[in-house]
């Protein structure tokens, strides 16, 4: 009588529990998004959020923190991406969370600006703290996270890691240093399964440039130049008139970016890279310098490439990205 209540028991079980366990809704994907308290990380990660995603929003200040935790599907947590211990401690609060992480977003970012020969080297450190050292550790450390997940990084470069000016030197060479990090990156991290790509966002309403306004101004006098005075008063000007209350920047939200970035995070197909600018003149100068740079390359070189074989390798490009594995094979052994 015993064994047979015991068979009525597993029966029930393995036919009533188990199904319903198997309904069972999947936990949301979670992503790590750092420097999340405004412009570019803050619109994501309330996209991300709204859209039925779990969101870790880095952030550096306790208001911050609060006012995201606020928000559903958002969790704070501490994280200055120049300190290797809150690196190190946000690793270890989201692997105890155990929600995994599908995705890591690079976004914490800072500006400065000015000529390249009178770049102070408190600031060129600054720059690189933040912008190549910063997305480098943290990588680094949330690596086997994303790697478990077979997950997706996406790298938040700008439109100055491709073309760059007077004044923007430095913080395009940060950019810049991006994009090869991002190549690199997405080539080592496909055989381990994890999609790497950059989103290369154009003038978009941020705080990065409120700030470097205000830390401009916070030292007008040392960023008086010797060589570029006229250069450097406008940038001086630009940010008094930026600093003022009540200016209200002409640049779009960032939303674009942010649909973005969600794209490069759980498309189906993700791209590599991610032009994402707010007009067509943006757009064409950003073409405009691949196309400068690369007739820089072959004309007058040993190996340039004609016009003709420029677009051919345009169309075979476009074919191979089309399916056409087969598009460069007769170039392969070629000298």
Known sequence: MYLRIVSVVVICLSHCLVPSLAAQPEEPKAVLITGATTGIGRV???????????VYAGARKAKDIEA????????????????QKEID??????????????????NAGVNVVGPLIEFSDQDFDFLFDVNVRGVFSVTKAFAPLVIESQGRI?????????????????????KHAIEAFTDALAEEMDSVGVTVAAIEPGNYSSAIGLTRCQRMLA???????????????EHIEYCRERVTPGYKSSAPEPFAVAEAIEQALFSASPKKRYLVVPDRGTAGWVTWSLVADLLDLNIDADYGFSREEIIDLMDREIAFRAGDE??????????
């Open 326 to 335: 087969a598009a460069f094979d007769d170039l392969i052994d070629e000298d």
């Open 219 to 233: 030292k007008a006098e040392a960023a008086a130049s010797q060589y570029w005075a006229e250069m450097m008063k």
């Open 89 to 106: 401690a946000a690793v270890e609060h989201i692997r105890r969370e155990g929600r995994g992480l599908w995705g890591l977003v690079n």
């Open 68 to 83: 995201l935790n606020r928000i559903e599907n958002i969790q704070a947590i501490r994280l200055d991406v120049t300190i």
């Open 154 to 174: 996406v790298n938040i470069s700008s439109v100055s890691g491709i073309g760059t000016g007077s004044a923007y030197g430095p913080y395009s060479m940060t």
């Open 44 to 54: 994501a990660a309330e996209r991300l959020a709204a859209n039925g995603y779990f």
